[in-house]
């Protein structure tokens, strides 16, 4: 498994679509924070529009683009002129997704014999991924917030281009299986929209750089394959053909961390996602990524995740266990 599909897989994201916005004329819709574990997305099937964040940030998006708020930061949604609302928002739905809009349809169904509603400025796609804190930590936890991916007309990005028009085609026609699909390919554009941002932010620094750099990647691989070897600086160097000084200088300015730091987020996420996935006891944990008695586990992993292998481990069966009352 490559290196960006086993940090995808270890956090483990869960896509799901929230409603679909046709939206006309001036609008201001205000999105309140998501808690811990929920990432809200915005894909632009068409149009354009703003987002404004609570620090007083501002995302031009146009067809294509698309933007996470990988920490579930609060925002708000505009009409490009920032014009006051010139009509009330109303929710129906078109037979699948709930539609909310300002142009006095109620998007039920949208075959009602009445004549089509006008074509709205923007045609907005509204969802969230919802996923493991711990496990996906590493992948996450560095990007940016909120993370934008714009198309821009590049060629290079002609996959992700196809992607979003069967997304606007499915959305469309709503045939049978129709949510299904949008949902699915979700989650591909999400991986998509990873390895274009590390691509095309090469003079920036963070894991999905890194990851896009062929000269560290062979290192990279072997320390998500190989979590429990006690891997050294000069070891590591020599698998990226760099001298030990080279290797550790070129991985910090390409990751922003020192190759021991990365190394223990690696051992971190993926003992995660063992408590998670697995029953086997903290010391088997410890031992498959790298530390050879449960205490030293114990006491990295309490000062990486803030809490206790058991209490991480626990805390999903507490929150099932509050859903189900």
């Not at 499915?170 to 299904?180: C, D, S, V």
């Not at 961390?257 to 223990?264: A, I, Q, S, Y």
Request: with cysteine; aromatic share 4%.
């Amino acid at each position: 498994m490559d290196m960006l599909s086993r940090l995808i897989d270890l956090a483990r994201p869960q896509a799901s679509l929230d409603l679909r916005c046709l939206l006309s004329g001036g609008f201001d819709i205000d999105h309140a924070p998501m808690e811990t574990g929920i990432a809200p997305f915005h894909l632009v099937l068409g149009g354009a529009c703003l987002i404004e964040t609570t620090g007083g940030g501002e995302v031009a998006l146009r067809p294509g683009d698309f933007v996470l708020f990988p920490r579930g930061a609060a925002h708000r949604v505009r009409n490009v002129a920032r014009t006051s609302a010139t009509a009330p928002l109303t929710l129906g739905h078109d037979g699948m997704l709930p539609v909310r809009r300002n142009d006095g349809n109620d998007g039920n169904n949208g075959d009602t014999g009445n004549a089509p509603a006008a074509q709205p400025d923007v045609d907005l796609l509204c969802g969230r991924f919802v996923y493991s804190p711990g496990s996906s930590a590493l992948l996450l936890n560095a990007l940016p917030d909120p993370f934008h991916v714009s198309l821009g007309g590049a060629q290079a990005l002609g996959p992700l281009q196809t992607v979003i028009a069967l997304m606007r085609a499915e959305a469309e026609h709503r045939q049978p299986g129709a949510l299904a699909i949008v949902t699915a390919l979700s989650h591909a554009l999400f991986a998509m929209a990873l390895r274009v941002h590390g691509e095309q932010n090469t003079s920036t620094s963070g894991v999905l750089t890194l990851l896009a750099d062929a000269r560290l990647g062979a290192s990279v691989q072997s320390m998500l394959s190989a979590p429990e070897r006690a891997w050294t600086i000069a070891e590591l160097g020599d698998l990226a053909a760099m001298s030990r000084a080279t290797y550790a200088r070129h991985f910090n300015e390409r990751a922003g961390m020192t190759v021991m730091d990365f190394l223990t987020q690696i051992r971190m996420t993926i003992a995660c996602d063992l408590l998670l996935r697995t029953q086997r006891s903290a010391a088997e944990i410890g031992e498959m990524v790298g530390y050879q008695s449960e205490a030293a586990f114990g006491k990295a992993f309490q000062q990486s995740v803030g809490e206790t292998p058991g209490r991480y481990r626990r805390r999903p069966q507490e929150g099932d266990a509050a859903q189900s009352e």
